[in-house]
């Protein structure tokens, strides 16, 4: 996490053990704000988080590490799982 980028989002968040879970459209301005950063997106983890649980489901879930335009294939994964109930976790 990169205080600068994630301060003026973090209130959106759901923080379980330390880990910042974001819905769709935060998922989507936490990326814009990387990329007006120059931070690469590294992944996107999607969960389920509900008062007794977190669960995640790495087959909705993607390695960005080697990608050469994290920020477009970011965008483009969220919204094929905007509609699936998911928060995300956002790697940078």
Do not use: W
Not at 16 to 21: D, N, S, T, W
Not at 36 to 43: R, V, Y
């Amino acid at each position: 996490m990169n205080n600068e980028v994630e301060s003026s989002i973090i209130s959106k968040a759901i923080i379980r053990a330390g880990i910042h879970f974001y819905g769709y459209g935060d998922a989507l301005e936490l990326i814009n704000l990387c990329q007006k950063a120059s931070l690469p997106i590294l992944g996107i983890d999607s969960f389920i988080v509900t008062d007794t649980k977190t669960q995640p489901f790495m087959e909705h879930s993607i390695d960005l590490s080697f990608s050469e335009n994290s920020y477009k294939q970011a965008k483009a994964f969220l919204e094929l799982k905007k509609h699936k109930g998911f928060v995300f976790e956002i790697v940078y």
